[in-house]
C-alpha cells in the first residue's frame, strides 16, 4: 500500500473520523474544567502534524480519555488536569526510553490485543448511542441532549433522534464512496443542522485576530494537585494508554499499512505520546495519546496516507491562531448525534479486528476482556486478560 503524502478529498473526509472522540472531551474540559482552547487545539493540530511526518501514515491523535471522563464528571480544576498531563508525559517517556520495557510490551499476547481492540470498539459504539440519545455524561452535566442548538425536540421526538438516523444512513450509503465521501458530507450536513436550529447564534461576535498559547499557571500548581492527578487520573490511565495507545494501535497499524507501518512500535509509540504531553503542558493543553480506535476511524471514513494528519492538523492549528478562544464556536455547530454516529461506525471497524481469530482460548480471553471492560474500566480488563491469557497457555486450562 502506498504512504506518500495525499491530499485529496477521502484523505480530508478521514481526517475528519476520529472528531467524534475529541470533539466531546475537548468541549468538556474546556467548558467544565476551565482549560484554554487556543492551547488545547494548538498542541493537537501541532500533534497531528508531527505525528503524520514521523510515522508516515495516517496517525490519530486523542485525548486522554479515562483523565478527561473523570476530570469532568469530578470538575477537577485546570491544574490538577494540568499535573496529570505532565506525570503521564514523564510515565510514557519512561517506558519508551527503557528496552526492557519496551519488549515486555511486545511479548503480549495477541488475544489480549484483539480483546483491547474489540472493547475500545464497543466502548465507542455505545458512546457513540449516547451521544445519539443525549444521555452522554457531557450532555447530562449541559442540562441538554444538544446543548448548543436553541431547538431540542420536533414535536414529542428529541431533534438528535432524527439527525442521527438520518446521520447514519448517509454513512451508510457513501461510506466507500470516492467522489462523496462519508465523513465530509456528514460533517457539512450536521454543521447544516445546527445552523438550521439555532446554532448560528453562536456565531455572534464572531472575529478573526491572533492568538497565541499560552502555558500553565505554573505558581497555581500545588503539591496536592499532583497528588490529585498521580492517584485519581495517571495511574488509572496508564493500563489503558498503554493497552490501547500502544500495543493495541502499533498491532492495527501493521494490519492496515503493513510494512509502510515499520515506524509505530511500542518503543516509537511511548515517546511520542510523552514528548507530546510535555509539549501540550507547556501549551496549556490537555493530556494526549494515539489510539486504535482513532486509527480505525481515519481509516474507515477514507485516510490512507499522512496528508490526512496535515489537513486536520492544520486545520486546528488555523483555527488556534486565527479564532483563539473563539473556536469553539465553530464546533458548537456540530450536533452531538453526528458526532455520535461517527464514534458508532469507528468503532465498528475497530471491532472487525477479531475476525482473524479462531482459536477457543483466545475468543474466551477476547470475550472475558470484554465483559470485564463494560463493568468495569479498560484497564482492568486489560490486565484481567493478561493474566488469563498466561494461564490459558498451560495443557492444565481448558475452556
Same mark, same amino acid.
Given at each position: 500500500?502506498?504512504? =506518500? ?25 474546556? %467548558? ?45 480544576? *485546570?491544574?490538577?488536569? /494540568? ?35 474489540? =472493547? #475500545?470498539?464497543? %466502548? ?17 452535566? @449541559? ?13 414529542? /421526538? ?14 451508510? %450509503? ?22 438550521? +436550529? ?24 500545588? *503539591? ?7 492517584? =485519581? ?15 493495541? #494501535?502499533?498491532?492495527? *497499524? ?17 515517546? @511520542? ?29 477514507? =485516510? ?9 492538523? #492544520? ?81 492444565? +486450562?481448558?475452556?
Amino acid at each position: 500500500m502506498k504512504s =506518500s503524502l495525499r491530499f485529496d478529498r477521502m484523505e480530508f473526509a478521514g481526517s475528519l473520523g476520529d472528531i467524534g472522540t475529541l470533539i466531546p472531551l475537548a468541549t468538556g474540559l474546556i %467548558m467544565v474544567n476551565g482549560l484554554n482552547p487556543t492551547g488545547i487545539f494548538f498542541s493537537v493540530g501541532l500533534y497531528y502534524i508531527l505525528s503524520g511526518l514521523y510515522f508516515k501514515i495516517s496517525m490519530p491523535v486523542q485525548p486522554m480519555k479515562v483523565i478527561g471522563a473523570y476530570a469532568i464528571a469530578a470538575g477537577l480544576s *485546570a491544574s490538577q488536569i /494540568m499535573a496529570s498531563v505532565l506525570i503521564m508525559g514523564g510515565f510514557l517517556l519512561f517506558i519508551g526510553l527503557i528496552p526492557i520495557l519496551g519488549g515486555l510490551i511486545r511479548r503480549i499476547p495477541k488475544s489480549v490485543i484483539r480483546g483491547v481492540q474489540l =472493547s #475500545t470498539g464497543v %466502548m465507542l459504539m455505545a458512546e457513540g448511542v449516547r451521544l445519539a440519545l443525549g444521555t452522554s455524561r457531557f450532555q447530562e452535566i @449541559s442540562g441538554a441532549a444538544e446543548p448548543f442548538l436553541s431547538i431540542q425536540n420536533i414535536g414529542p /421526538m428529541p431533534v438528535g433522534w432524527p439527525i442521527a438516523i438520518i446521520g447514519a444512513l448517509i454513512v451508510l %450509503m457513501l461510506i466507500d464512496h470516492k467522489r462523496f465521501p462519508a465523513a465530509a458530507v456528514l460533517l457539512f450536513g450536521g454543521m447544516s443542522c445546527g445552523l438550521l +436550529f439555532g446554532g448560528h447564534l453562536n456565531l455572534d461576535g464572531l472575529s478573526l485576530g491572533l492568538f497565541f498559547p499560552e502555558g500553565p499557571d505554573l505558581g497555581a500548581l500545588r *503539591a496536592s494537585d499532583f497528588i490529585v492527578a498521580l492517584v =485519581s487520573l495517571a495511574l488509572p490511565q496508564l493500563p489503558m494508554t498503554l493497552g490501547n495507545s500502544v500495543v493495541a #494501535t502499533e498491532d492495527l *497499524a501493521g494490519v492496515y499499512y503493513g510494512a509502510n507501518a515499520r515506524r509505530v512500535t511500542a518503543r516509537a509509540l511511548c515517546i @511520542s505520546m510523552g514528548l507530546a504531553n510535555f509539549s501540550s503542558f507547556l501549551l496549556g493543553g490537555m493530556p494526549l495519546c494515539h489510539g486504535a480506535g482513532g486509527l480505525a476511524a481515519h481509516y474507515r471514513f477514507g =485516510s490512507r496516507s499522512a496528508g490526512s494528519n496535515l489537513i486536520i492538523g #492544520t486545520i486546528f492549528v488555523g483555527l488556534a491562531l486565527f479564532l483563539g478562544f473563539q473556536a469553539m464556536k465553530l464546533f458548537q455547530l456540530l450536533p452531538m448525534a453526528v458526532l455520535g454516529v461517527l464514534l458508532i461506525f469507528a468503532g465498528a471497524e475497530l471491532g472487525r479486528c477479531i475476525l482473524d481469530i479462531q482459536d477457543r482460548k483466545d475468543l474466551f480471553v477476547i470475550l472475558s476482556i470484554l465483559a470485564i471492560t463494560l463493568t468495569t474500566d479498560l484497564a482492568a480488563g486489560f490486565l484481567a486478560g493478561l493474566v488469563l491469557a498466561i494461564l490459558l497457555r498451560s495443557r492444565h +486450562f481448558r475452556v
